[in-house]
Antibody
Framework: EVRLEESGGGLIGPGRSLRLSCRTSGFAFGESALTWFRQAPGQGLQWVGFIGSKTFGGTIEYAASVRGRFTLSRNDSGSVAYLQMSSLKTEDTAVYFC?????????????WGQGALVTVSS | DIVMTQTPLSLSVTPGQPASISCKSSQSLLYSDAKTYLYWYLQKPGQAPKLLIYEASSRFSGVPNRFGGSGSGTDFTLKIGRVEAEDAGVYYCMQSVERPYTFGQGTRLEVK
């Protein structure tokens, strides 16, 4: 069974840093891309970034709104992905989801984690 | 970025009746591999989105066959043959032909 679980969310002050983890099981993590999304309270879904499989080049891309502040990484031996968030702003308040990209579909997301709430407030 | 436009934004349907949601993209979602990268997700309150339809018209594993996706190029439709109470939630279309992946605004389906 494919499973993804985010952790590390919480209440954090503006300008501070926070790291989210996405722990996975049930699939070949090292061969899979992962995409992060977020959803501000009461709003729609927004793409945050993409980290490809090292097997296929390891591409990393970010949304313009987080580029330079957020960093994606992965630990293939532990089947875990990370979203390091720095210089947080109040507008980064959202539930953050990680998702698996399926092969053969340009790594488009199929399974998602349940999400981690990040609240940026003083 | 590719703009995705969903209509309607809300829908109220009686159980057993059909429902249809439209999604239009600002550019073609047909990729050079001949696949069309349009996806439909259902999100229920407090939950993550769940994949219903991938590549415009293929049902994901475990999705009931009352859900069907169609369309090509820039115009797509999600149809629910006979709505059930469990189908209530917000439906999103998403494109992944290029990054950033972008979503429609979402369509809230109420089952009366």
């Amino acid at each position: 069974e494919v499973r993804l679980e985010e952790s590390g969310g919480g209440l954090i002050g503006p300008g501070r840093s926070l790291r989210l983890s996405c722990r996975t099981s049930g699939f070949a993590f090292g061969e899979s891309a992962l995409t992060w999304f977020r959803q501000a309270p009461g709003q729609g879904l927004q793409w945050v970034g993409f980290i490809g499989s090292k097997t296929f080049g390891g591409t990393i891309e970010y949304a313009a709104s987080v580029r330079g502040r957020f960093t994606l990484s992965r630990n293939d031996s532990g089947s875990v992905a990370y979203l390091q968030m720095s210089s947080l702003k109040t507008e980064d308040t959202a539930v953050y989801f990680c998702s698996r990209g399926y092969r053969g579909g340009r790594a488009s997301p199929d399974y998602w984690g349940q999400g981690a709430l990040v609240t940026v407030s003083s | 970025d590719i703009v995705m436009t969903q209509t309607p934004l809300s829908l109220s349907v009686t159980p057993g009746q059909p429902a249809s949601i439209s999604c239009k993209s600002s550019q073609s979602l047909l990729y050079s591999d001949a696949k069309t990268y349009l996806y439909w997700y259902l999100q229920k309150p407090g939950q993550a989105p769940k994949l219903l339809i991938y590549e415009a018209s293929s049902r994901f594993s475990g999705v009931p066959n009352r859900f069907g996706g169609s369309g090509s190029g820039t115009d797509f439709t999600l149809k629910i043959g006979r709505v059930e109470a469990e189908d209530a939630g917000v439906y999103y279309c998403m494109q992944s032909v290029e990054r950033p992946y972008t979503f429609g605004q979402g369509t809230r389906l109420e089952v009366k």
